[in-house]
Structure formats: C-alpha cells, structure tokens
C-alpha cells in the first residue's frame, strides 16, 4: 500500500512540505538494513513532515545545529533503551542495531516515539508501528510499548482522520489529527544527509586501559577527555580574581581550568571562563547563584541546608549543568585545597559533600563510575570514550 497523504490531508498554506533528496543506498549501507518502500516514497515526494502540526516524520537530511538524521536515531535508540530498563528483562524491547530491534521513524509532540518493529518480517514492507507513549496504555502487554498491527500507511490513515474508521483502530491512537501536511519548521532549511563515514578508535586498548582503569589523576583525564589547543580562561590573571572573591581557589581548579578552560564537559556539565574581566564574570556567575540558593532556603531551609559564601564552610560554585545543577566547594578552613567539593542538585535532595577533589571527581565521572543524586550519568551499556568529550565554548558564547 503507498502513502498518498493528499488521501487525508492537505499541504499548509505557509509551509508546504518539499523533498529533500536522498542516497537511499547510502542510507541502506549505514543502517544495515532495507526499509519500507512506502516511508521512502513518502520522503521522496514530501521530505521532512509533520501532520496535523503534531505527528513528526522524520526523513534522512540534516540542518546545522538542528537535526541530524543519524544523530537523531542514535540518541533516540539509547534513550528508548535506557527507558527499557525500567520493564521485566524478558519484556524489555530490543533497539537497532540489535537484530530485530526496533528502529524510530518519528515522534508526536507529546514525545511519543514511533518505531517500527524490524522483526516483524524479512521484509520491510510488513514492518509494523511500535509507539512509546509517554503514558501507560490501558490493555498494553509492553507498558509504555504498543504494538499496533499497522504499517506505516495504515497508522497514519488511522491517526489522521475526521471520525473513527471502522473497525476500531487496533489500540489507543493519537488523534484525531487535523488533516494538513506540512514542512517541518525547524528544518525549513533542511538539507541532503550524508552517512558518516567510520571513524577509527580514538584510543588504542593499551590508552583505553589507561584512561578507563590505571591511569590517575589529570593525566589519565586528559587521555579520557582531550583538551582543546588553546584553553579560553579569559584576559585577567589568578591574583585579580582572588582579589575579586576575597579568597583564594584549590590548586586543581586552576590545574584544570589551565588545561581545559572554559567550556561544557560530555555536553551538560559547563565551566564559565574564570579569568574573565568583562561581563559576564565568574563572580557575576557566583554572586547569582548564591542569591538564587538564598531565596529558596528562605522559603524552604529544610531542602536548602548550605551555608552561602562568604560564610564560614559557605557554599561556592563554579560550574553548572545544563538541567540547573551546580557544582562548587565548602569553604571549610583557611586552605582551599581542603574544601571539600559538593554538590547542589536540582531534582533531588542535597547529598553530602563529595569524597574525592575535583580532578578525580571529574575522572571517575567520565569513566561512568560516579552515582552522586541528580548527576548526568551513563546507561550501563554506553561506551565511556564515546561520551568522555570536552567542548570549548567560542567567542561567541561569553559574549
């Protein structure tokens, strides 16, 4: 059966679905595997789609900063996998590149993730729907996975519709969805995708055992995450910014700043330039903080129990993640290098301070072996090299 989505829905008026061409057997050769004629027909003639301005289709192409296709897939494979985690192992759901995995061809905008079900069939064309609702589904036997006996084709006929078609729809169905096509908006500008080509392993087994198990310290860090070329710390100098906190910082921390400078660590832990003369300042950054902590433990002490620097073993950050976190010092004692690291999460409980320096902490987090409440960790199956990365923030990014 061929899609034909001017069946059940028209082109909208200010976006108007357009193809954007694609190298299906490049396509085929990266994914390991064939998929159904009418998915590729439908990308063919419409490009990337939603329909209804709630059912994204997405199709092979890419736009800087956006969307990757492959990116796309692999992101939603792991966290589809990690989400499994939480059924009967004998329940849990394979994802591709497993055999007979499951494979994501788009989402809604409640975050429901549409799948199809590769051992469904040898051929593609029989494939069919796998949705993760971001609910539980009554009379589900995969909670929150539901199996639809449905290709492609038949769930959107079934999903964008005016009434109900008879016989019911074989489970519990987004929509009704109105009955328009359009370009996605946020690939307007949306461009050919090019499989990546394989990349060589960034260590060799002697380096991985070295940064994952043996080595110690910023040196086996830096063999884990490299360091940009040229770390940006900011034009001031050590002294000033003591002068502008009124103390002094651990050893490490400039050891490590020295070495890596400002920028986000695997993509959710960030470190303002401490060196900065001009806005924004890393006492701006502490100051800000600080207020935010004060005003919430003004209203609820019992889940904000730190002292605020300057006071004595006063809390003082100086990273944050990308979820609201913050990471800083007790300020216990006359020596920094003393100060215990600790911790400030955002949903959950304030934990006691940490039992290693920052150097360490760091390390053992990139190796995938630290579990401290509220931090970004990895999923048992991820491997710590690929996710071990340090982005240096631009010119751009402080200004």
Not at 3 to 8: I, K, T
Not at 375 to 399: S, T
Request: aromatic residues 12%; contains cysteine; glycine residues 10%.
């Amino acid at each position: 059966m061929t899609v034909d989505p001017a069946e059940f829905a028209e082109p909208h008026a200010q976006r108007p679905p357009s193809p954007v061409a694609v190298d299906w057997p490049a396509v085929k050769q990266w994914l390991g595997t064939r998929l159904p004629a009418d998915y590729k027909r439908l990308a063919d003639r419409y490009g990337p789609v939603d329909f209804g301005e709630f059912l994204w289709i997405h199709v092979p192409c890419v736009r800087a900063g956006r969307f990757d296709y492959g990116q796309w897939l692999r992101d939603t494979h792991r966290t589809a996998r990690i989400k499994a985690r939480h059924l009967p192992e004998d329940e849990r759901p394979l994802l591709h590149p497993e055999p007979g995995g499951l494979l994501a061809w788009g989402h809604s905008r409640d975050g429901d993730v549409l799948f199809w079900d590769t051992s469904t069939s040898d051929d593609p064309d029989e494939w069919t729907v796998v949705v993760t609702h971001q609910g539980a589904v009554p009379g589900s036997g995969l909670l929150p996975w539901h199996r639809y006996d449905l290709t492609l084709t038949g769930y959107l006929r079934h999903t964008v519709r005016d009434a109900w078609e008879l016989p019911s729809p074989p489970g519990p169905l987004m929509g009704p969805l109105p009955g328009t096509l359009a370009r996605t908006a946020f690939l307007d500008t949306a461009e050919p995708w090019t499989a990546p080509a394989p990349v060589p392993p960034r260590l060799t087994e002697a380096e991985r055992r070295v940064a994952l198990e043996t080595g110690t310290g910023l040196e086996a860090l830096r063999l884990l995450t490299t360091p940009p070329a040229r770390p940006r710390l900011g034009d001031g100098t050590w002294e000033w910014l003591f002068e502008q906190l009124g103390t002094a910082l651990p050893a490490e921390y400039v050891r490590l700043t020295e070495t890596y400078g400002s920028g986000c660590w695997s993509g959710w832990l960030r470190f303002p330039e401490p060196l900065r003369t001009t806005a924004p300042r890393l006492t701006a950054f502490v100051d800000e903080t600080l207020d935010a902590y004060e005003s919430l433990k003004s209203g609820h002490p019992q889940w904000y129990p730190l002292a605020t620097f300057p006071a004595p073993g006063g809390f003082l950050p100086f990273a944050d993640s990308i979820d609201g976190d913050y990471l800083g010092w007790l300020t216990e004692g006359d020596r920094p290098d003393d100060w215990p690291l600790v911790f400030w999460p955002r949903h959950a409980n304030q934990g006691p301070p940490l039992e290693q320096g920052l150097i360490d902490t760091l390390l053992a987090w990139q190796r995938g072996r630290l579990s401290t409440a509220g931090l970004c960790v990895l999923d048992q199956d991820d491997d710590p090299v690929e996710f071990a990365r340090f982005e240096a923030f631009g010119e751009e990014d402080g200004d």
